[in-house]
């Protein structure tokens, strides 16, 4: 059939579609599904037979708007934020989970290249954190306190800057996914090559595990939630330069919405650590190791399970209710 043949065929069924998605009438679960699948028939003939034509970005939009659609009026019910958290997040990040790998594989990549460069360099600590930094620091190793820093200023000055600046850094490394992710790159780059040199300098110094009772208290969320805002930003960046079969406009808009949703779970736990790094980690030295312990492997327990194991458990379930 030619394309001009199947579009008026179609047509008039495409605009109830339209109306029945857009339209202020509000359409049930079941109804709305019925819809899905003869959108997404038209569109698998459509890919077929006109691959490169703008049937097929159209009835692409129409078929991921009734989707999302399917699941908002499944939930129009339940707390719009519960639902975020609880379902929506969990999914994308399950979609978009090869994103998080690449986020992950940079991140670990970058932090070796800040060791390696720290064990070859003596002065390359002093280029990445500056003389001031490294010359306090050493000044607390002598004192005793590697991590004293974090006992400076008061509790509620120090929690409110760390997360304001934490949130900037996130927030920065999400927007720039729109340079096609090298900007987000080059963000997750300065800071994982920072920690790396950064914890190199104190096991040269012989005061790694000390370090590590302090840094790590609320650096298991921080750095966690920066590798996931870094996901993100390449998943706004993989929207702009690979729109696959929908408009690139469309696809960016698709890759925003979704990726700025996973932003906005972050921030929750990127808020905690700066809490924990204002008020907890300045007691860290006096701390039990068991208790260091505890809370570092707890925070980092819950956020790995929230955004590593928990998008499986949903996609799961997902897939059985539909199979029902």
Known sequence: MREVAFIKQN???????????????????????SLYIHLVNDLSYAQSYYPKSKTV???????????????????????????LFKTEVPLIMYRYRRYMLYAFVLFFVFTAIGV??????????????????V?????????????????????WGSAFAITLNNLRVGILSFILGITGGIGTAWVLMQNAIM?????YFFYEKDVFWESVRGIWIHGSMEIFAMVIEAGAGLILGASILFPKTFSRMASFKQGLKNSLKIVLSTMPFTIASGILEGFVTRYSPDMPVVLNLFIIFSTLSLIAWYYLVYPYKVNKKTKDVQAI
């Open 195 to 199: 920690l790396g040199s950064f914890q």
């Open 116 to 133: 390696l460069s720290a064990s070859k360099d003596t002065d390359f600590a002093r280029l990445i954190m500056g003389d001031h930094y």
């Open 57 to 83: 970005v159209y009835l692409n939009y129409l078929a991921a708007t009734t989707y999302q659609k399917i699941y908002k009026t499944k939930r129009e019910e339940t707390n719009r934020l519960v639902y």
């Open 11 to 33: 047509k008039e069924k495409w605009l109830e579609f339209e109306q029945a998605i857009f339209g202020k009438a509000k359409k049930n679960p079941d109804e709305l599904a």
């Open 135 to 155: 010359n306090m620091t050493l000044e607390n190793i002598e004192k005793g306190n590697p991590v004293a820093v974090y006992k400076s200023g008061s509790n």
